[in-house]
């Protein structure tokens, strides 16, 4: 009985330390050649990648509108990283739904890209699994909250998505004057006229 426990303990230590190895993964260093929006970018050698345990605000494709704080979510994401070298940092799954790799963003100096967006109050915390960073992008999301920042903050002006005028707006319509356009008209209302 002794020895499977102590096999047990020693498989459990080994998976943990392959977990946390695999779990701190980076990428050589990578060049960001687009953003895609809030929380997905174009960069060299691995193509498409999704921000890893987080959610911005997804843009209006075609027809759709774009949901409040989209466009600030992908304008702050291309100011921190567009044209710049980042490591990618890879935990849990590799690849979402739609094929695209899952990741971490951090820049050269260290700072993790997709808890500044949250921090920033430009994403919230999606992570549905356990994740290492889970911790810290729940801690930037509550300062968010606290502080009010961005989708966190008053509500955002968003136009009215109606086509017609509210009651009474405008102006008074004339009345038309009766006035026969063919000279057939003109003819039959002067025949009732006389009846």
């Not at 009985?1 to 946390?20: D, E, G, K, P, Y």
């Not at 050589?28 to 895609?36: A, G, K």
């Not at 409040?68 to 849990?92: Q, Y």
């Amino acid at each position: 009985m002794q020895i499977l426990i102590a096999a047990l303990v020693a498989a459990t230590a080994i998976t943990h330390t392959l977990f946390a190895a695999q779990s701190a993964a980076r990428s050589d260093p990578v060049l960001v050649r687009s953003v895609i929006d809030g929380d997905t970018v174009n960069v060299s050698t691995f193509g498409h990648v999704r921000l890893l345990g987080i959610d911005a605000p997804e843009l209006g494709r075609g027809f759709d509108t774009s949901a409040p704080f989209a466009r600030e979510a992908r304008d702050r994401l291309a100011s921190l990283i567009l044209r710049r070298w980042v490591r990618l940092e890879w935990d849990g799954p590799a690849l979402d739904v739609y094929d695209r790799r899952l990741a971490y963003v951090v820049t050269e100096d260290g700072q993790c890209i997709n808890t500044r967006l949250v921090q920033d109050g430009l994403a919230r915390v999606s992570a549905r699994l356990p994740l290492s960073r889970l911790p810290e992008l729940k801690r930037a999301e509550a300062e968010a909250q606290s502080a009010r920042r961005g989708m966190w903050g008053t509500t955002p002006q968003i136009p009215s998505t109606s086509y017609t005028r509210p009651a009474g707006a405008g102006r008074a319509k004339a009345p038309r004057a009766k006035t026969p356009r063919t000279p057939k008209r003109a003819a039959k209302q002067k025949k009732k006229k006389t009846k």
